[in-house]
């Protein structure tokens, strides 16, 4: 059996898949970054195999996405490296083909993808403030001695949603330690944080966007369906969450992978190399370019930064 293997490498979560030529996935797994991206997807695909080890499975296709995906598809030997809106909107139009348009809400960023006959139209990312984030959720949840994962249920005991500044980390944090103060319930604190989340994503990543159903809420923050709810108020219309909207940017780069033969082959024992990378400064013209070098066993398999040849680092 042929089988593809997708990887989305972000700054919070490391997600893969397996497929196979039907697009079914086979295999998949959901683990912490842990800022080690490398020893990340060792563990991953150590996850991985273990679903799959009992079938005659051949990986003739890897693909790379998410913050890292140049490292890590260095790593792997992958045959296919994409940017997260694109590999975000081939996994959901492969199980939604008629979405319209795609929240992503992830760790540290955030995304809007427009579709329009299965083809991206538009697009907007959020990088510039962790507000409205699962890292801001975490953050917050730990404050107040709440899970994470409690905050949809919780949110939605609510009947008086506390209103809660979200547009800037730090004004946000200060507007709930004001809430607390003077006496607002947790229920009613945590329901105003779900609907700042959304208030914050559709006047920041959604401005001048034209929103159109069907919508598809994906990233680990579409697990809070205190947010769910808050985007359906906002939109007036139903939002709707897929049970692996939180793999949609590894599946849409495993489908790439099948699409484009794979040039060496793929062997879980990856995970058995030492892996080491170094930033070096170029000092051979004006530019100072940061040139990051990738080792296996000592030995040079890329490099990437420089912006001449100057800076090129040959193996």
């Not at 579709?115 to 917050?140: H, K, P, R, W």
């Not at 208030?199 to 809420?217: A, D, H, M, Q, T």
């Not at 205190?226 to 049970?243: L, P, S, Y």
Request: glycine share 10%.
């Amino acid at each position: 059996m042929k089988g593809y293997l997708g990887i989305d490498i972000g700054s919070i979560s490391t997600k893969g898949v397996i497929i196979d030529d039907n697009q079914k996935i086979l295999a998949s797994a959901y683990i912490w970054t842990k800022g080690n991206p490398i020893e990340a997807v060792k563990e991953l695909l150590s996850l991985l195999e273990k679903q799959v080890k009992e079938k005659e499975l051949e990986i003739v296709g890897v693909g790379t996405t998410g913050s890292a995906r140049k490292l890590i598809g260095s790593m792997l030997g992958a045959n296919v490296v994409k940017n997260e809106i694109t590999a975000h909107a081939v996994g959901t139009l492969s199980i939604h083909p008629d979405a319209r348009t795609i929240f992503e809400i992830g760790g540290q960023d955030s995304k809007i993808i427009l579709l329009e006959n299965g083809i991206v139209v538009d697009y907007a990312m959020n990088t510039l403030c962790a507000a409205g984030t699962g890292s801001f959720l975490s953050s917050q949840a730990e404050r107040l001695g709440v899970k994470v994962e409690d905050f949809g249920r919780i949110a939605l005991t609510s009947k008086h949603p506390a209103k809660i500044a979200a547009r800037c980390t730090v004004f946000a944090e200060s507007d709930l330690v004001h809430k607390m103060q003077i006496g607002y319930s947790k229920e009613d604190i945590i329901a105003g944080l779900c609907h700042s989340v959304v208030s914050n994503y559709l006047n920041n990543v959604g401005k001048g966007k034209k929103i159109e159903e069907p919508i598809i809420f994906q990233g680990g923050v579409s697990k809070n369906i205190g947010v769910q709810k808050a985007f359906e108020e906002a939109t007036g219309t139903e939002v709707h969450i897929d049970e692996n909207g939180h793999l949609m940017g590894a599946l849409g780069v495993a489908i790439l992978s099948s699409r484009k033969p794979m040039m060496k082959p793929f062997s879980f024992r990856v995970t058995d190399e030492n892996f080491e990378t170094k930033g070096i400064e170029c000092n051979r013209c004006p530019n100072h370019c940061e040139i990051i070098c990738v080792r296996k066993n000592k030995e040079l398999i890329d490099s990437w930064g420089n912006r001449c040849e100057n800076g090129m680092i040959r193996k």
